[in-house]
């Protein structure tokens, strides 16, 4: 032991570096002598036999120690040392290899569960004996993965991926046969998406005859595509397959619907001037009839009223300045507009409500609940009753309300009729209960009064007397009835 620390003492007093000399072998030589004497030199240091750190090493051997990995560390040097130039053993008589120690480590006796091996094994060996248990099998990708990357899949298992999220290239499916067998496994999967994806590469890859023809046999895949290119606006294609199937009523209304598309107002009229000689159902005709009539209509009202407007001439657009323009409205607003700024012009106007009423064939219930609105907004109550009186062939005058009296009563309150106006209405409602709750919720006192006077229900008419004020005409009026 005395000798041992005697060479430590050496080795940690002693230095490598000396003075700069131009003698100095400025080469690698120089540096592999003194790594060689510093791993000598620490292997007898630490081998000594006091080491209480025991650790087994998969061979049995203790690991772990200093002495150990330096053992480790030269088996692996010499290796690399002994490829080395010839040139640099030529440089000094007194080198030597470093000894080759034989390591019970190795990543064979991992794989292979050995004990203790004779010599050291590459992990290729230990991989390719047979004779041994292989503890880490080959890890294959499940077989349906190398379809991935084959693209071999058959147009059922494409539908399927799809249906999934994956995405999938359809491009070779090539043969009319296979695109036909694509689209009917898409259309028996019941899932719109992949029958739209599957149409929009037959759309581009076959002809429109082809298409056209192949759809016709095909109802749920023919609705999709139709569907689709509307939802699009491919107003060609679709014009194309609509003629394709001889469907012109359905040819003319996508071609009507084409003046959605134009915003010129001259331009539109013309277009739909076009459209009354389309092949439309009588039905659908008239209603472009209409169309075409009321956008002349408009015209010549929006160019009259912005020429009042801007001339300050009408009290009416002076008080209530117009919040849009009239032009393509639709018909029930344009009746609203003309009820409110031209309620009283005479009927051969085009701008008079009972003009339009009359040239569009407009419902008396349509006409009274619009003019109504329109007269209610502006508060002209006696338009009101004017609108709901009317004269029998004797000349008797009656209340009449097509839309009924409380739906009357329900557009005034809207509008903030006074309660006078509000009773006059509420007492022409037919049905009791209905009367009572509008009387009650709108505060009609008189109706509710003497509608429990007519129903001659004195303990209701007492519990109401508590509801009206103190000294009140209502509170006499209910003391007067209970009295007699």
């Given amino acids: 032991m005395s000798r041992v620390r005697a060479d430590e003492e050496e080795y940690w007093h002693s230095s490598k570096f000396r003075a700069f000399t131009f003698d100095d072998e400025d080469d690698e030589l120089s540096q592999l002598k003194e790594s060689k004497r510093a791993v000598n030199s620490l292997r007898d240091i630490v081998d000594d036999d006091d080491d209480d750190l025991e650790r087994v090493s998969w061979s049995g051997e203790p690991v772990g120690s200093i002495s150990w990995s330096i053992k480790e560390t030269a088996s692996g040097s010499t290796s690399s040392l002994d490829g080395r130039d010839s040139s640099l053993q030529k440089g000094s008589s007194s080198y030597a290899a470093l000894p080759k120690q034989a390591s019970s480590y190795s990543l064979s006796s991992l794989f292979k569960g050995r004990n203790k091996l004779s010599s050291f094994q590459s992990l290729s060996d230990a991989l390719t004996d047979t004779g041994v248990k292989n503890y880490a099998p080959e890890l294959r990708r499940p077989k349906a993965e190398y379809k991935d990357y084959s693209s071999d899949w058959s147009p059922k298992d494409t539908v399927r991926r799809m249906q999934r999220g994956k995405v999938c290239s359809l491009e070779r499916f090539r043969s009319l046969q296979d695109k036909l067998v694509l689209l009917d496994e898409a259309v028996a999967g019941h899932d719109g998406n992949v029958i739209t994806a599957v149409l929009i590469f037959l759309k581009r890859t076959l002809r429109r005859e082809i298409l056209f023809r192949e759809l016709e046999v095909r109802q749920v895949a023919l609705c999709h595509l139709i569907h689709f290119l509307r939802e699009t606006g491919e107003q060609k294609f679709l014009l194309d397959l609509l003629r394709f199937l001889d469907r012109t009523e359905e040819v003319a209304l996508s071609q009507y619907r084409e003046h959605l598309n134009i915003q010129d107002v001259e331009k539109r009229r013309e277009f739909l001037k076009g459209c009354i000689g389309l092949p439309f159902s009588a039905e659908d005709t008239s209603h472009i009839q209409d169309h075409y009539t009321l956008l002349e209509r408009q015209i010549i009202i929006e160019a009259n009223d912005r020429q009042l407007e801007m001339a300050g001439q009408s009290e009416l657009f002076r008080k209530y300045p117009r919040k849009a323009s009239i032009l393509n409205m639709p018909l029930v607003t344009t009746l609203f507009y003309s009820c409110f700024y ?62 009924g009296f409380h739906r009357v009563v329900e557009i005034l309150q809207r509008n903030n009729a006074p309660v006078q106006v509000l009773q006059e209405y509420v007492r022409l409602v037919e049905d009791v209960e209905t009367r009572l709750n509008l009387a009650t919720k709108y505060k009609c006192h008189d109706v509710v009064i003497e509608t429990y006077r007519d129903l001659k229900d004195r303990i209701q008419l007492t519990a109401y007397k508590c509801k009206v004020e103190r000294g009140s005409a209502e509170e006499e009026k209910i003391n007067s009835i209970l009295s007699n």
Avoid at 356 to 367: A, E, M
């Fill in 342 to 403: 031209h309620y009283t012009e005479a009927e051969g106007m085009f701008s008079s409500p009972t003009n339009l009423k009359k040239t569009f064939k407009i419902p008396d219930k349509q006409y009274v609940l619009t003019a109504l609105a329109a007269r209610a907004k502006l508060r002209a109550w006696g338009d009101v009753d004017a609108l709901l009186t009317t004269k029998n062939w004797l000349g008797y005058t009656k209340k009449k309300a097509p839309i």
